[in-house]
């Protein structure tokens, strides 16, 4: 099944502590993206990758990185989290390209930070 | 910047019902998606509009866009409850590069 996979899909830590959200796709999409969703404001990019090792900052790239070291794989990493990052994640990949296809979504990440 | 407003933000209506949808966007661009939404999941793709003009139809659901007015317009016909949901446009701000901008979302509720 064609499916984009994130994990945890429920996360509660502690301000500082480092955490690694997952996420693998098995589309052999070129492109994979981040975004948050916090109420009232839709979803906010957060980076995006056309490639493995092309990486780029959404809307929102401030206190996340990420790597794509790997076609399938594209992680989010807090090195420092907040309790501001508390929100709800989302993986994405599509074909992209000239010709524009949908993105597909993970099941989300509901992270808080305390 | 590019800002992606939607309107209205919230929507009830009856089943049976007809209704719009409003996508505004700020700058140039020939690519626009539609999402849905449900309570608790993730969001679910229902149309991508490519070029100007570009009419999409699926079920009750139909979309378009007109580029020169920076509008796409998610139109409901005869709503059931089954569509009650949050529905988001996206508007791509560099053509194939998937760097999405979405509106704040419409949550439709549809009373029986």
Known sequence: ?114 | ELKVEQNPLFLSMQEGKNYTIYCNYSTTSDRLYWYRQDPGKSLESLFVLLSNGAVKQEGRLMASLDTKARLSTLHITAAVHDLSATYFCAVDMIQGAQKLVFGQGTRLTINP
């Open chain 1, 1 to 114: 099944e064609a499916q984009v996979t994130q994990n945890p899909r429920y996360l509660i830590t502690v301000t500082g502590k480092k955490l690694t959200v997952t996420c693998s796709q098995n589309m052999n999409h070129e492109y994979m993206s981040w975004y948050r969703q916090d109420p009232g404001l839709g979803l906010r990019q957060i980076y995006y990758s056309m490639n493995v090792e092309v990486t780029d900052k959404g809307d929102v790239p401030e206190g996340y990185k990420v790597s794509r070291k790997e076609k399938r794989n594209f992680p989010l990493i807090l090195e420092s989290p907040s309790p501001n990052q508390t929100s709800l994640y989302f993986c994405a990949s599509s074909r992209g390209g000239v010709s524009g296809t949908e993105a597909f979504f993970g099941q989300g990440t509901r992270l808080t930070v305390v």
